[in-house]
């Protein structure tokens, strides 16, 4: 009984030692197909079927140390229309992993993420991920001052338990981005009382932000009372301690509101308030169009959701988008931008696969901005 015992013991240590030798021979083998530089810790060679365009790359770039790529889950699943998804819908876990295997690092909150913060953190963690924003929906312009400050203090607490600074906040008093009804003509127009409350009521919650080490984010929507470009000026002027979010595709749209204005001209006008608030814009949403889906959703009177069921959005790299992002980028970097480039598609999952669309963004960015 001992000596077959040893002769087993003897058999699995021969093909134990036949197994690693085996592996070394191997590794010794493809070794030279390695070239001397190759980063064997970040293959993302996978990504570059969804990699249809060349941007010609910033100079100066944007401080890697000092700039993130995120995402938000909007084009998987939207939460201002939870039927804007997949059937059946498409589970919280996925969206992560494939915001992940995209090599992005950061999310907008979503409704459809763990409302339990050490499950939260723990998913996110499982994928190097963290969360971007929050959204905080005030309520100044309809005496709602004692709510808006409220959801305030929820959301703030909620970054500080992830060690992240950023709040995005819009005002959503009349708002109409989520009803039935073509949005810009029938988005509310603030009376001079209004917009006192609004900055006023801006301002208070800024300065608690500032006080917490926080960046307070203004983000002018489609269908609310803030969408346009003068709208952001007014705001801007009558406030202190209120950032600016740039989010490209809603200013693209607000602005295509006449139907006169072509692409170009658009542009140029973003262009010029990136420009002019370079300093005080402390985070991006990269938003691209379809200008003739979003054209064809204005005229026919679509709303807001409707138009992006139809594809009036898109994500930057797609060759069917408007948006040059180059030049608007350039300007953020020249003023030296630190902060989140955030990737916004708002889509229809069932028409453009959420993680083709992810990677086609990430290999875009990778290419224009080094990141």
Sequence with gaps: MVSILANRKFLWQTIG??????????????????????????????????????????????????VRLGITPTGWS???????????PTQYRQILSEMALADFKGSQMSGKFPSDMDVLKSELALRDLTISEPWVGTFFTIGAFEDSERIFYEQMEFMQELDENTIVVA??????????????????????AQWTELAEGLDYLGAIAKENG?????????????????DVDKLMSMTSNVEL?????HLYYAIAEDPDKTPTEILAEIEALVTKYADRIKHVHLKNIRDSILRDSIAQGLSFLDSIREGAFTVPGDSAGVIDFNPI??????????????????????KANPLQYALMARCYLEQLTGL
Excluded at 78 to 88: A, K, L, R, Y
Excluded at 214 to 230: C, D, I, K, Q, R
Excluded at 245 to 249: A, I, K, R, S
Excluded at 329 to 350: F, K, M, R, S, T
Aim: charged share 15%; glycine share 4%.
């Design 214 to 230: 926080m960046n307070f984010v203004y983000h002018p929507h489609v269908g609310t009372g803030v969408e346009t470009p003068a």
């Design 17 to 66: 030692h036949f197994a690693i030798a085996l592996v070394i021979a191997t590794l010794i083998a493809i070794a030279p197909a390695l070239p001397a530089h190759a980063d064997t810790t970040r293959d993302l060679s996978y990504r570059q079927f969804s990699c249809p365009s060349s941007p010609t790359p910033l100079n100066p770039t944007f401080d890697p140390a000092l």
């Design 78 to 88: 939207n939460s201002d229309d939870p039927s804007i998804d997949t059937v059946p």
């Design 245 to 249: 979010l740039l989010d490209t595709g």
């Design 171 to 192: 005002e959503l008093g009349a708002a109409v981005h989520q009803q039935p009804i073509a949005p810009l003509p029938n988005r509310p127009i603030f009376t001079e």
């Design 329 to 350: 980028l350039q300007i953020l970097a020249n003023a030296n931008y630190e902060g989140w480039l955030v990737v916004e598609a708002e889509q229809d999952p069932n």
